[in-house]
């Protein structure tokens, strides 16, 4: 588990180096999307469909992460590094 979520935050801090192209400081609580996130649609949209394919390749499981459930939570699984990194677990884990 801790492996994954280092994982993770280096694909969304290189991620954000790209985008942004500055050297950017993200940890597990960083902001994401929405609220003063450095991500906006189109990043968010680029970088779910990089995780999905990280996780295809790493744990061999396809997951969706921009379903129905995660868009009509209260709290976005997006705004933050660590909801993002629980939604990605409740993910792999879960048998859909």
Known sequence: KMKLENQIILLIKEFLEEE?????????DSKLFGGGG???SLSLVNLVLEL?????????????LADE???????SPFSRVSY????????ISSDE
């Open 38 to 40: 450095p991500l906006d």
């Open 20 to 28: 942004l192209e500055e050297k950017i400081n993200i940890d597990i």
């Open 69 to 75: 459930k995660a868009m009509s939570r209260r709290t």
């Open 84 to 91: 993002l990194i629980d939604h990605i677990n409740e993910k």
């Open 52 to 64: 999905e394919e990280f996780v295809e390749d790493e744990y061999g499981k396809t997951i969706t």
